[in-house]
């Protein structure tokens, strides 16, 4: 089983409507969530990031994540075309505050 | 605020030859990280350095690869007798602390 899991898409929504990326990861302990933004040929660009059970709301993203079920999810409401990238989810495992743990990502594509 | 820098963007090596990628993290950031991202795959965590000292190479291959981060000047990821197993996207990341990382532009490394 991979650390951390996402489907690879491609996700395609309309522009306007919600796109919702998922992401499971296996370690329990596991402490903080991030969600990264990477257009094609680019750098992974940092838009969230979640500590605690919940929702956590920034702009049109919000990040969702619930422990006990070891699953974060990204809702991106009124999506637009440039929202078009893969979106990667990553964990830090609970033995280092610092490394990264990548899921292979989720492409996303919003028609106009 | 310069973001995270790092040359060359692209690097054309041929087997056997050494590769040197660089990497000079955001003003004020003292941690650097380096990933690798093989084609269609996610990031891969390598190395954890400080100011001259190496916090974490458990994800560096054994051989050929060495990373360091001197007192002055950027961090350097050295890749002797490249083979073409080593072409991918390196990716280096800084924070100023144990915390979120960002993430420089890559440099695409090509063995021919």
């Known amino acids: 089983q991979k650390e951390v899991e996402q489907n690879s898409g491609p996700l395609s929504v309309p522009e306007g409507a919600i796109a919702s990326l998922n992401c499971t990861y296996s370690?329990?302990?596991?402490?903080?969530f991030f969600w990264y933004r990477q257009y094609s040929g680019k750098s992974p660009e940092l838009i969230m990031s979640i500590y605690s059970n919940g929702d956590k709301e920034d702009g049109r993203f919000t990040a969702q994540l619930n422990k006990a079920s070891q699953y974060v999810s990204l809702l991106i409401r009124d999506s637009q075309p440039s929202d078009s990238a893969t979106y990667l989810c990553?964990?830090?495992?609970?033995?280092?505050?610092?490394?990264?743990?990548f899921g292979s990502g989720t492409r996303l594509l919003v028609r106009p | 605020n310069a973001g995270v820098m790092q040359n060359p963007r692209h690097l054309v090596r041929r087997r056997g030859q050494e590769a040197r990628l660089r990497c000079s993290p955001m003003?004020?950031?003292?941690?650097v990280y380096w990933y690798r991202q093989l084609p269609e795959e996610g990031l891969k965590f390598m190395v954890y350095l400080q100011k001259e000292n190496i916090i974490d190479e458990s994800g560096m291959p054994k051989e050929r690869f060495s990373a360091e981060f001197p007192k002055e000047g950027p961090s350097i990821l050295r890749i002797q007798q490249v083979v073409r197993g080593d072409s991918a996207a390196y990716f280096c990341?800084?924070?100023?602390?144990?915390?979120?990382?960002?993430f420089g532009q890559g440099t695409r490394l090509t063995v021919v």
């Open positions: 990553a964990v830090n495992p609970p033995d280092s505050s610092y490394k990264l743990i």
């Open positions: 990341a800084s924070s100023p602390a144990r915390t979120e990382a960002f």
């Open positions: 003003k004020g950031h003292s941690h």
């Open positions: 370690d329990r302990g596991s402490q903080s």
